[in-house]
């Protein structure tokens, strides 16, 4: 079964930069979506952003849009997440996921069954 393994998060002030990894293994069949998650105490967890692994495709919830960069390596078992210009909104437990199948609702969770664990980013102002 795929693994997913994130990493990068910690402390940021507001303005400032984080950069998060996320590494899939133990998989025989390549990722098709792989994507970053994020759950605020007390709220609902919310997509982030997606790429397409072939393609390269990206896909940015509006709030995130022109801060935060999603990348795959060569290899296609990495994700990054480049985040810049920090809010203290943008405080959460974030989460690498992935999916192997085609789906139109690429920012919700329903279509992806791998998940990592959780990193936590906290931005103060």
């Known amino acids: 079964q795929m693994r997913l393994a994130e990493s990068g998060g910690g402390a940021a002030q507001t303005g400032g930069s984080l950069r998060l990894s996320c590494v899939a293994s133990g998989y025989s069949d390549h990722p098709y979506y792989m994507a970053w998650f994020r759950q605020a105490p007390g709220k609902e967890r919310e997509g982030v952003a997606t790429?397409?692994?072939?393609?390269?495709?990206?896909y940015y919830r509006d709030s995130v849009k022109g801060r935060f960069a999603i990348s795959i390596n060569d290899a296609r078992d990495t994700s990054y997440l480049e985040m810049n210009n920090l809010k203290p909104d943008d405080s959460a437990m974030y989460y690498c996921s992935a999916s192997l199948e085609f789906t139109w609702d690429v920012l919700l969770e329903d279509p992806y069954p791998f998940w990592g664990r959780g990193t936590q980013v906290t931005v103060s102002s």
């Open positions: 790429i397409q692994t072939h393609s390269e495709s990206t």
